[in-house]
């Protein structure tokens, strides 16, 4: 699947539930000027068209720039950071959500050049999809 680029409108949309039907969202939080937000990118790129994520994860990153106050509404700090979000509940268009930070690498095992590992991020989507 594609990595598509949400506006701040749009993740608005899917934190308060409005989507048209249940669905997982995973969202990257980036910074263009971000070295290891740029060196993760083809990664996760690379794990959001894997074919058993079809259908089950929808994939976004959104400039944090473009939403200043997305560190404090959602409680994460730093870039690069990545947010699952499942849209829950029986009313299309009034879903409710509930958001899980994926959780940051320990200080020794970070990595230096895209604080996440791949297989740290390949893990985290695997319990999302099921």
């Known amino acids: 699947m594609k990595v ?5 409108e749009a993740l608005d949309k899917i934190m308060n539930g409005h989507v048209k039907e249940p669905a997982t969202f995973v969202i990257k939080f980036y910074k263009p000027s971000c ?3 740029n060196s993760l ?3 996760y790129k690379e794990l959001a068209a894997k074919d058993k994520y ?4 929808h994939f976004f990153a959104v400039n944090i720039e473009d939403y200043l106050s997305a560190e404090s509404d959602l409680g994460f700090e730093g870039v690069p950071t990545i947010v699952a979000v499942r849209a829950k509940g029986l009313t299309p268009g009034q879903y409710r959500t509930e958001v899980q930070i994926m959780p940051d690498p320990p200080d020794n095992e970070t990595n230096p050049q895209m604080w996440y590992h791949p297989h740290d991020m390949e893990k985290f989507f695997d319990k999302l999809a099921r």
């Open 4 to 8: 598509f680029r949400l506006s701040k």
């Open 54 to 57: 079809q259908d089950k994860i």
């Open 35 to 37: 070295h290891m937000c």
């Open 41 to 43: 990118s083809d990664h």
